[in-house]
């Protein structure tokens, strides 16, 4: 008889830890109280950025004015001469698109790590060189094999296609499906963050740490196959027709490396100067940074999802979608 408690105890057991995922890199096994507010309110942030999100302040005001500043001509318009000035114009309009629509994203991928170590401030900064070395390795790589694609393949691609079809071009419908994509993985990770379902990378990440932050560097480097940024549309038509797979590789990476380098510096900052209180402030309660990540990635997964497969319609008078003035 003292025998059943203690199997029916098992069974609870073994019924909870079916219930809820076993710890990962994205679930921590501290899931918050309330996750379903998390969501909520992550979900209803990502749709207010839609809503208030001017992309002419952000490309234009914002973008060609660091681009211009830092090349020292107007860039928009101006050939590119030569593969080193196709280069360090891809690194330029990198830093210059790190404020465009899609990379939101990288702030769920970097956010929840400035406060993942203690230890000395120059520790601190040295250690969190490792994960945005991975971030930038899954960026390059992805992007720079769309370089060699788009060299290859030249302009028959649909990213020069100005046919409209319901007020829709060829490179905006790849734009709504690339970043559409990228939206629903944000937020699969976001919802796996809090333990409604499962890592899809907690098997390959016990074997390579690095798997994660490799992963989601990829993401980065994926924003490069639908980004419409106008920037960017001047590197990709420069690499289609000159055909240099080489030169493709390396500008696509740079600009990609461009994008992240901002939010590189911020991450570093925040890690040397605020990481100490970070990491105290989280690990008294281990569920805030599950809740920091699953928002984090919820946001910029509603964000994508709406901004590009939504709103874009509505700005193409096909729906209604409430837009903010100064956005429109």
């Not at 829709?168 to 976001?190: C, D, E, K, P, W």
Request: with cysteine; glycine share 10%; aromatic share 10%.
């Amino acid at each position: 008889m003292a025998q059943i408690p203690a199997t029916a105890d098992s069974e609870r057991n073994r019924s909870a830890s079916t219930e809820r995922p076993a710890p990962s890199f994205f679930f921590n096994g501290h899931a918050p109280r309330r996750r379903v507010l998390v969501i909520a309110a992550s979900a209803v942030l990502g749709f207010a950025l839609t809503v208030v999100w001017s992309a002419k302040f952000v490309d234009q005001t914002i973008g060609d004015t660091i681009a211009d500043t830092l090349l020292g001509h107007t860039a928009k318009g101006t050939p590119i001469a030569g593969a080193l000035a196709g280069v360090f114009f891809a690194l330029v309009t990198g830093v210059a698109g790190t404020f465009t629509a899609c990379n939101i994203a990288v702030f769920s991928a970097l956010a929840p790590l400035t406060g993942g170590r203690a230890g000395s401030r120059r520790s601190r900064m040295a250690a969190g060189l490792r994960p945005l070395g991975h971030l930038a390795a899954g960026a390059v790589v992805v992007s720079a094999l769309y370089g060699v694609v788009v060299a290859i393949t030249g302009t028959d691609m649909s990213q020069f296609d100005e046919s409209q079809s319901s007020g829709l071009s060829g490179r905006l419908i790849q734009a709504m499906v690339v970043f559409g994509i990228i939206g629903l993985v944000m937020t699969y990770l976001g919802l796996a963050t809090l333990g409604f379902v499962r890592d899809p990378l907690a098997k390959v990440s016990q074997k390579y740490p690095s798997a994660p932050m490799l992963f989601m560097g990829g993401l980065i480097g994926a924003f490069l196959v639908g980004r419409p940024f106008p920037l960017f549309r001047q590197l990709f038509r420069d690499t289609a027709e000159n055909h240099n797979v080489l030169y493709g590789a390396v500008a696509f990476g740079f600009q990609s490396l461009g994008n992240i380098l901002v939010m590189a510096v911020l991450f570093l900052l925040v890690t040397g100067f605020l990481g100490d209180r970070l990491h105290r402030w989280m690990t008294d309660a281990p569920s805030r940074t599950a809740a920091l990540m699953a928002a984090g990635f919820i946001v910029a997964g509603v964000f994508l999802l709406l901004y590009w497969d939504v709103r874009i319609l509505a700005g193409r008078d096909l729906i209604w979608y409430p837009i903010a003035p100064w956005a429109a």
